[in-house]
Structures are given as structure tokens and as C-alpha cells.
């Protein structure tokens, strides 16, 4: 089956912030405002070249537990940043916004600034954007089997409803900057048959247009889920 189509969920690792700030000597918190700025850009165009779920990674489990607390620090800044000031023209907008990973030990002031964030999402909305936040695929697949034991019915089917993102359909295209080739615990289950996207392009210079050789590479590649041709 040629799509020849826009993916209707992309996920992006949004990897290569530091090395851009190390590249100018500067640094690495603002190689992630760097990023900041990209991400506003793309999260606009990706709505309208009509993708409908649109995923960050935007601070996995390794990270929080294995950086320097002033980087985490100038992350969760940055974080204050984006929702202070996006959050009114995402919801003019008609954008919902969904928060995946174990936000429980982040500061109350993020927690409770995420969680307005998603209850304040409007209903139906054409377009959601998700920030994966202390996320990691290993730990969200053992606290859904947890979940699912507990209900009595270990399937493909419940567990998948007892992942962070139950009702986001999987993603399409896994895009990853920074010229790592890998996922990094990354929507391990949801990425069983997502196309993957790698481009050496540090995160804050993966522009507009970098994103749109992704979805033409996307439109042109063969998914056969399996099947033939
Ligand atoms: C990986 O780059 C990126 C991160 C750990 C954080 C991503 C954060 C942002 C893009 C900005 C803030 C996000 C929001 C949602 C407001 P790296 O530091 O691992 O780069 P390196 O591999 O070059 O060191």
C-alpha cells in the first residue's frame, strides 16, 4: 500500500540542543530554548499540513534522573515558559493538549500548570498536541500490564488501553533529530509499525522545511503492516 498521504501522528525526538549549544559556546539550557523556538514553529506547521496528533519527547525518565540539576532546572523554566505563554493561542486554536509520563514527582507548580493544560482542552478538537514529560516506554508498559492484571484481562487490547496514551491512535512517523539512530524508550509499544524518520539535523535546526522532507519521505515509503505490496 503506497500512503502517497500525511501521517495522522507523528512522534518527534527532539534530540541535539546541546551539541548545537556547544557548537557556539553557550550554554546547554539555551540550546533547549533554541529547541523552544523550533518546536512552536513546527507544532504550527504540522497542524496545518494536516497531521492530527503531533507527540514530543520532551524530558524522558533517563534524562530527569541522569542530568545535572541545573539543566533540569532550566528545562522545567523552559517548560513554564511554553505553557505561560502558548497555552491561550493553543486553545484559540481548537489545539487539546495531553500530557504522557509520571508527572507526580515533578514540582507542584508544573503539575498543576500540565494539568490545567489538558483539562482545559477543547472537546473534539482536529488537533492534539502531546508532550511526553518524564516519559519512558519500559516504565509506562509495566504500569499498564499492572493496571491490566488488576483488571482481570491481559490482552493486546487492554493493556494498550491502560497506556499513557490510550485514545491517541499509534504513530505513523517517528521523527528523530540529532543523528542517533534509535528510539530511546520512546512509544515503545505504540511504535510497532511507525515508519522511522533519522536526520543528523540538530533539534534547533530542524526547520519547516526539514520537517516537510520527513512527510515527503513519509508519503513515498510502503507500509505493508505485514501483508504484501
Ligand atoms: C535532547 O537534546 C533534548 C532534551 C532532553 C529536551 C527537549 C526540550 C526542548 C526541545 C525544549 C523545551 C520543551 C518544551 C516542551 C517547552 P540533548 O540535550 O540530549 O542534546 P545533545 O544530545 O546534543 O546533548
Same mark, same amino acid.
Not at 523552544?36 to 533517563?62: C, I, N, P, Q, R
Given at each position: 500500500?503506497?500512503?502517497?498521504?500525511?501521517?495522522?501522528?507523528?512522534?518527534?525526538?527532539?534530540?541535539?540542543?546541546?551539541?548545537?549549544?556547544?557548537?557556539?559556546?553557550?550554554?546547554?539550557?539555551?540550546?533547549?530554548?533554541?529547541?523552544?523556538?523550533?518546536?512552536?514553529?513546527?507544532?504550527?506547521?504540522?497542524?496545518?499540513?494536516?497531521?492530527?496528533?503531533?507527540?514530543?519527547?520532551?524530558?524522558?525518565?533517563?534524562?530527569?534522573?541522569?542530568?545535572?540539576?541545573?539543566?533540569?532546572?532550566?528545562?522545567?523554566?523552559?517548560?513554564?515558559?511554553?505553557?505561560?505563554?502558548?497555552?491561550?493561542?493553543?486553545?484559540?486554536?481548537?489545539?487539546?493538549?495531553?500530557?504522557?509520563?509520571?508527572?507526580?514527582?515533578?514540582?507542584?507548580?508544573?503539575? $498543576?500548570?500540565?494539568?490545567? =493544560? +489538558?483539562?482545559?482542552?477543547?472537546? @473534539?478538537?482536529?488537533?492534539?498536541?502531546?508532550? &511526553?514529560? %518524564?516519559?519512558?516506554?519500559?516504565? $509506562?508498559?509495566?504500569?499498564? =500490564? +499492572?493496571?491490566?492484571?488488576?483488571? @482481570?484481562?491481559?490482552?493486546?487490547?487492554?493493556? &494498550?488501553? %491502560?497506556?499513557?496514551?490510550?485514545?491517541?491512535?499509534?504513530?505513523?512517523?517517528?521523527?528523530?533529530?540529532?543523528?542517533?539512530?534509535?528510539?530511546?524508550?520512546?512509544?515503545?509499544?505504540?511504535?510497532?509499525?511507525?515508519?522511522?524518520?533519522?536526520?543528523?539535523?540538530?533539534?534547533?535546526?530542524?526547520?519547516?522545511?526539514?520537517?516537510?522532507?520527513?512527510?515527503?519521505?513519509?508519503?513515498?515509503?510502503?507500509?505493508?503492516?505485514?501483508?504484501?505490496?
Amino acid at each position: 500500500m503506497k500512503l502517497g498521504a500525511t501521517p495522522r501522528h507523528v512522534g518527534l525526538i527532539m534530540d541535539g540542543n546541546g551539541r548545537w549549544a556547544k557548537k557556539r559556546l553557550l550554554p546547554r539550557t539555551v540550546g533547549h530554548g533554541a529547541g523552544m523556538d523550533a518546536l512552536v514553529k513546527l507544532t504550527a506547521h504540522a497542524k496545518e499540513a494536516g497531521v492530527e496528533y503531533f507527540t514530543l519527547y520532551a524530558l524522558s525518565t533517563e534524562n530527569l534522573k541522569n542530568r545535572p540539576q541545573s539543566e533540569i532546572d532550566g528545562l522545567f523554566n523552559l517548560l513554564r515558559k511554553y505553557f505561560t505563554g502558548n497555552i491561550g493561542k493553543l486553545r484559540e486554536g481548537g489545539t487539546a493538549v495531553k500530557i504522557i509520563g509520571d508527572i507526580s514527582v515533578l514540582p507542584q507548580d508544573i503539575r $498543576e500548570m500540565l494539568q490545567s =493544560a +489538558q483539562s482545559g482542552s477543547p472537546e @473534539g478538537a482536529k488537533f492534539t498536541l502531546t508532550f &511526553a514529560i %518524564n516519559y519512558g516506554g519500559r516504565p $509506562e508498559i509495566v504500569r499498564a =500490564a +499492572q493496571l491490566a492484571a488488576a483488571s @482481570g484481562e491481559v490482552t493486546a487490547d487492554s493493556l &494498550a488501553k %491502560n497506556l499513557y496514551t490510550a485514545g491517541l491512535p499509534d504513530p505513523d512517523l517517528i521523527i528523530r533529530t540529532g543523528g542517533e539512530i534509535r528510539l530511546s524508550n520512546f512509544l515503545l509499544w505504540q511504535s510497532a509499525y511507525a515508519e522511522l524518520y533519522f536526520t543528523p539535523v540538530l533539534f534547533p535546526d530542524f526547520s519547516v522545511k526539514e520537517f516537510d522532507k520527513a512527510l515527503k519521505e513519509y508519503s513515498e515509503r510502503n507500509r505493508r503492516y505485514g501483508g504484501i505490496k
